[in-house]
C-alpha cells in the first residue's frame, strides 16, 4: 500500500485530505517567543488576528527531521509499504530537505522524497494526482514520472496587495532587489524552477489581476487545464477571478482555495495567485 505524506503548505480543499487519507507534516509559525504548528496549534482566524494584535510579522521554520520520522514510522505502522513525500520546493524551505534527513534515517523503510519546486495549490495539484494514482493501481515509479510531468508543467504567477511582506521576509530569492524599485506599482511575481521573481510590474490592482489571467492564456491556450485561484483574506477578488478563469480558459478541475498561513506570512493578506497545468 502506497500512502501520501505532505506538508501544510499544500493547499487543496480539505475534504480531499480526508478522501485521500493523506498525511500533513504541520510548518513552524513563531510569532516572537511563542511557536504553533500551522493547522493543529494555528488556524487562519487566529493567525491573522495575532498579527493585528501583536503589530509584528511572524516567521516560519521547516519541520525538523525528528518529525519526519515520527509520522514516517506511523504511516509505517499503519500498514503503508511505500511512502510517497511531496513538498513545496526545496529552494524556498528546508522542509524537502528535512524530510530527506529523515528518509535517510529509515533505511527499512520505502521512502521517496518528491521536490515539486511548487508550493500552495501547485504542491496541492501534485498530491492529487498522486493520490488518484495511487487509487488507479499505478506503482511507485509510474507516479514519480507522472509528476515529474506535471512539475515541468505548472505555471504559478502572484500579485500582492503590499511589498510590505515580501521586503521583511527572508525567503524571496531573487525578488529582494527588484521589490526595492517598485514603490506603488503591482508587481507579477512568477515561480520558475522553485523561485520567485518580478516578471512583470502594472500600475493597478485590477490590471494586476487581469495580468495572472492573461500569462495564464499566454501559457496555455485552449488546451485542456487543472486551475486553481489561491487567496490570503480576499474570497470576493478571488472568487471573481475564478469565474473569469473559467469563462475564458479551458479548464477541467478548478477551485478556490485559501493560502496556508505559512505562504501568506511571506505574502501577506491580499495576495491572490493562479495556477494551473496542462492535464
Avoid: W
Avoid at 57 to 63: G, K, R, V
Avoid at 150 to 162: C, G, K, M
Avoid at 206 to 226: S, W, Y
Avoid at 239 to 247: F, S
Amino acid at each position: 500500500m502506497i500512502k501520501i505524506v505532505t506538508d501544510s503548505t499544500c493547499d487543496l480543499p480539505i475534504h480531499l485530505f480526508q478522501q485521500y487519507d493523506i498525511t500533513v507534516v504541520p510548518i513552524n509559525i513563531q510569532f516572537g517567543t511563542e511557536t504553533y504548528q500551522e493547522g493543529i496549534t494555528m488556524d487562519r482566524p487566529t493567525f491573522y488576528r495575532k498579527i493585528e494584535e501583536m503589530g509584528i510579522i511572524p516567521t516560519t521554520s521547516q519541520p525538523s527531521a525528528g518529525q519526519f520520522v515520527e509520522v514516517y514510522r506511523r504511516v509505517a505502522a499503519e500498514g503503508a509499504t511505500s511512502i510517497l513525500s511531496l513538498h513545496l520546493t526545496s529552494k524556498r524551505s528546508g522542509t524537502y530537505q528535512s524530510a530527506e534527513l529523515a528518509r535517510s534515517m529509515l533505511p527499512e523503510l520505502d521512502i521517496h522524497v518528491f521536490d515539486t519546486l511548487s508550493l500552495s495549490a501547485g504542491l496541492g495539484f501534485s498530491v492529487l494526482e498522486a493520490a488518484r494514482a495511487i487509487e488507479a493501481g499505478k506503482s511507485v515509479d509510474e507516479i514519480l514520472q507522472r509528476l515529474e510531468i506535471i512539475r515541468d508543467n505548472l505555471r504559478i504567477f502572484l500579485t500582492p496587495a503590499t511589498l510590505k511582506y515580501l521586503q521583511m521576509s527572508g525567503r524571496v530569492g531573487k525578488l529582494s532587489g527588484a521589490l526595492a524599485s517598485l514603490l506603488n506599482v503591482k508587481p507579477i511575481i512568477v515561480v520558475e524552477d522553485g523561485l520567485l521573481d518580478v516578471t512583470e510590474r502594472v500600475r493597478t490592482r485590477r490590471k494586476a489581476l487581469e495580468r495572472l489571467l492573461e500569462l495564464t492564456e499566454e501559457a496555455h491556450g485552449k488546451d485542456p487545464i487543472n486551475l486553481a485561484v489561491v487567496h490570503a483574506e480576499t474570497p470576493d477578488e478571488a472568487q471573481d477571478l475564478m469565474e473569469r478563469a473559467r469563462a475564458r480558459l479551458n479548464c477541467v478541475e478548478s477551485f478556490v482555495e485559501d493560502l496556508a498561513t505559512s505562504l501568506a506570512v511571506h505574502g501577506g493578506p491580499g495576495i491572490i495567485g493562479v495556477i494551473s497545468y496542462k492535464v
